[in-house]
């Protein structure tokens, strides 16, 4: 990926990027939700512990560190919760109409089995402590504070060369049965996690003509 021509592109300075800078933004810009590039590897031990450090090295409201990684590899346990998606996916297809079902009904929406490896992100909102800092005027901190270990992961992983789905098609009582926990923890995330042939250029749901992402000055506001 030539990220000086895509930043360029946009109207963004490159310029005085140091190379160490151009990693992070070229790891940034690769990043995608992988579905069908999954190369049919289970990851090693070694890579996705040091994903897994990464994640645990998120910022998080009051040092609270509210996660827990659940790790499913098991074939039967994979195919189990692919099943329940299956059945989702075909009630939110069931939903639309027309065009809108013919969108959808050839984007594939993950990649369970193929992955070899599952990952259930929980959030554990007592964790820390009754007075948490930071979450007292705005609860959702905790919650935020979750996607931010998994943007962590999903970056990490990207840097080691593999693909991350994230999905949610799926009952959240489904899925917190499934890995064991009680309210009130939560599962907020099931991430797919393996070895991929490549990473598209393109992102899916714009490819199949779902959704056009939004251009940066569309949503940078000044004053």
């Known amino acids: 990926m ?5 930043l360029s592109a946009q109207g963004i300075d490159t310029d005085s990027l140091s190379d160490d ?3 992070v ?17 289970v990851v090693d ?5 040091r994903v897994l450090a990464a994640a645990h090295a998120a910022p998080s409201v009051g040092l609270s560190q509210p996660w827990d990684f659940h790790i499913i590899q098991d ?5 189990r919760f692919a099943d329940h998606v299956a059945t989702r996916r075909a009630e939110f297809a069931a ?13 594939q929406i993950e990649g369970i089995v193929d992955s070899g490896t599952g990952i259930v992100v929980t959030y554990d909102p007592t964790r820390g402590g009754k007075n948490i800092l930071g979450r007292d005027t705005v609860d959702d901190t905790g919650l935020m504070s979750v996607a931010l270990a998994i943007q962590n992961l999903w970056l990490a992983a990207t840097a080691e060369g593999l693909g991350v789905g994230w999905v949610s098609f799926y009952h959240e ?7 064991g926990v009680e309210a009130p923890v939560r599962p907020v995330a099931w991430l797919c996690i393996g070895p991929v042939t490549h990473l598209a250029a393109e992102r899916d749901l714009e490819k199949f003509g779902w959704r056009k992402g939004l251009a940066l000055d569309a949503v940078v506001h000044w004053g």
């Open 21 to 23: 800078q151009l990693a």
């Open 2 to 6: 030539d990220i000086r021509a895509l």
């Open 75 to 79: 074939s039967a346990r994979l195919q």
């Open 173 to 179: 009582d489904f899925l917190a049965n499934f890995v």
């Open 25 to 41: 933004y070229r790891t940034l810009f690769r990043r995608r939700d992988v579905r069908r590039e999954f190369a049919g590897e």
């Open 95 to 107: 939903k639309l109409e027309g065009e809108r079902r013919e969108t959808f009904n050839p984007i």
């Open 45 to 49: 031990k070694t890579r996705l512990m």
